[in-house]
């Protein structure tokens, strides 16, 4: 195989490490993507992992919750190995203070001089990036945006998690471990491959124009020139004071030729309202109402399985927000059921990227 | 004046996508998550400055 996955649940990063390398033995890694449990120490860890792939490119993130070949995991270390065969070329960048506004392109520049071709020249359908960034950062939306200006390859990934504490995230690579910083890969895979953006909602037909927001400070002061808060309950036939208990069951959505981008409320402050990811003024943003997490996995797994053939390994950047519905609904088992029998690796995020910064959604890369 | 917002608009997806029809589609997603909706302005549309400013510095960019 030439693309492996494994997971260690050891209490230890030296076990954990050992663990891992005896999973990997069989193949000579070109390439290890890894996601650990914030259990672990954030510079053992990198340095570890590092250590035990001499040979190979080794980037990853801390996490809230790891996803494993069949199963969602706590506190472990879940991990994929690619072969040559699988990865033919790869080269990581780090953009080590995320609000440094030439970090990507310092970045683009050194994958320009690996690879010999200009960023905006190279095909999409021939590379893919990596981005792994500190989810407590408030970032991303500027970092996913600047890559988007300069490239046309597809950048996805997930903003690192830390178990819910929401004291310090992490990206690891080059043996090191980072904060207000992101890890950029960028790969040219052996075979095809594709992604998966899913969600589970259906778009309600009530909308809410943005008509203030304090952009930097994703913070929705009026919708449709009343009071955000006000506003969103007024659409949803509640009072301010029950709005909040809605925000998971009933976000907002950017619908774009009828799939919504998700921007999840965070909470209400005075009579605003703050949200997890980017929004912007103008925006026309429809409500949403929560379906089923397993049935819309399983299809979208279903119609990329459809699109390649065949499906060899499973990145996924999984919204904690999910997770956390899962858990609530018992349903953890079911979801990690979904990516049995394949090499799957990823974890439960902070925030997913996808042309743009997400939330409540599920960002995938899929290799055939 | 009016109509310059729509004629960036049409100059970046051109510039950017050419005749790719999947790349136009992501192109158009990019500039909705930036807050501009190109199905919102027409040859008619208002000129605001603040638009036409983040359109002048993508343009740059797609050069």
């Known amino acids: 195989m030439n693309i492996v996955s494994a997971y260690s649940t050891k209490e230890s990063v030296d076990l954990v490490i050992q663990d891992l390398r005896e999973q990997f033995k069989h193949m000579a890694p070109k390439m290890v993507l890894y996601f650990a449990s914030s259990r672990h120490a954030p510079e053992a860890v990198s340095r570890k992992m590092q250590q035990a792939f001499p040979t190979a490119t080794v980037f990853g993130c801390s996490t809230a919750g790891e996803i494993a070949s069949g199963k969602m995991l706590k506190n472990s270390v879940s991990a994929m190995a690619f072969n040559a065969q699988a990865i033919s070329e790869v080269e990581i960048s780090v953009i080590e203070e995320l609000h440094d506004e030439s970090g990507v392109e310092l970045a683009f520049a050194s994958f320009e001089k690996r690879f010999g071709t200009p960023m905006l020249d190279l095909n999409p359908k021939k590379y893919l990036g990596l981005v792994l960034v500190d989810g407590l950062s408030g970032a991303e939306e500027k970092l996913i945006d600047r890559i988007g200006d300069l490239t046309d390859v597809t950048f996805i990934g997930g903003s690192a998690g830390d178990d819910l504490k929401f004291a310090a995230t992490y990206v690891y690579a080059n043996g090191k471990s980072y904060r207000n910083a992101a890890v950029l890969a960028l790969l040219k895979p052996g075979s095809e491959f594709s992604f998966i953006k899913t969600q589970s909602f259906s778009i309600l037909p009530r909308k809410l124009v943005v008509t203030r927001a304090n952009e930097a400070n994703r913070e929705v002061v009026e919708f449709d020139h009343k009071p955000a808060a006000a506003a969103y309950a007024e659409a949803l036939g509640i009072s301010v004071q029950d709005a909040a208990g809605r925000f998971t069951h009933n976000p907002l959505g950017l619908v774009i030729d009828g799939e919504p981008f998700v921007r999840s409320p965070q909470r209400i402050k005075g009579s605003s309202m703050l949200f997890y990811c980017g929004v912007m003024e103008g925006m026309e943003l429809s409500l949403l109402e929560a379906t089923n997490i397993i049935e819309d996995t399983r299809k979208a797994l279903a119609e990329a399985r459809a699109k390649l053939g065949t499906v060899s390994g499973i990145v996924n950047f999984n919204c904690i927000l999910r997770t956390l519905e899962l858990e609530q609904n018992e349903a953890t088992e079911e979801y990690g059921g979904l990516f049995s029998g394949c090499p799957t690796v990823g974890f439960s995020t902070y925030g997913e990227q996808f042309i743009g910064h997400l939330n409540q959604t599920a960002t995938m890369l899929v290799f055939k | ?63």
């Open chain 2, 1 to 63: 004046m009016a109509g310059k917002i729509k004629h960036m608009i049409d100059a970046i997806i051109e510039q950017r996508a050419k005749e790719n029809v999947l790349l136009q589609g992501v192109i158009r997603t990019k500039l909705m998550l930036k807050g501009i909706d190109p199905r919102k302005f027409t040859p008619l549309s208002d000129d605001d400055p603040a638009v036409i400013s983040k359109l002048e510095a993508l343009l740059k960019d797609f050069k």
